[in-house]
């Protein structure tokens, strides 16, 4: 990995920092690198969960890199197997992802903290989608941000571009937890080693059927699953995992999973 996207690996949590001073801001380089480092998560068989941080406590992402775009990197340019960021638009990301967010989170960085699936904040983290203050969309928050917290309230961020604190985005149930910048990074890793330890091909199955049930009617959704027509439901069930819960119980031990 490069000095910008950085990974550290313990066990089977992998954890990626973007760094890239002052702002944390993306360009096409940064984009296609950090998709490259979320398929190997994605990829590979041992990695269970991951962690998405940024380096220094100011911002946690400004987003795109407005330098980069006025010195030729367009808008619309291939942004990477992940898309922006590496992570909203990855295929098949059925793996815990973690947001360690210290600091402003804005426009696309805060978008990309959206791309997780549980969000924890230092006490001054900020929240803002400035795009219509340029006369441009934030589109990956359009679709997410009103499914995410009352509509009314993600529209009005949407429309004036105004800021939310942490206070605020952990009473709309936008992010999980607050902690002191000194105390975030260790409860993160507390999250990622409960999960590390937990049942993968559940957490798979759990990912794939909230992402692909999103827009199915529930009576539609519930026969897929009782069907196994989600591919990592089938997986599940016909896993030696899909047992172990009910044998250890049985047992009265602690069960073990092998993710097959």
Partial sequence: MSDVVKVNRVGGIYEVTLDRPKANAIDLITSREMGEV???FRDNTELRVAIIKTGGDKFFCAGWDLKAAADGDAVDSDYGVGGFGGLQELRNLNKPVLAEVNGMAVGGGFELALSADMIYAADHTTFALPEIT???LADAATLKLPKRIPYHVAMEMLYTGRWMDAEEAHRWGLVNEIHSAANLHDRVWEVAEQLESGP???FAAI???AREAEGMKFQDALNRITGSQFATVDTLY???DGLEGFKAFAEKRAPV???K
């Fill in 134 to 136: 340029a006369g441009t």
């Fill in 238 to 240: 016909h896993s030696e």
């Fill in 200 to 202: 993968p091909l559940v």
């Fill in 207 to 209: 990912k794939e059927v």
């Fill in 38 to 40: 979320f398929r190997e």
């Fill in 257 to 259: 999973w092998k993710g």
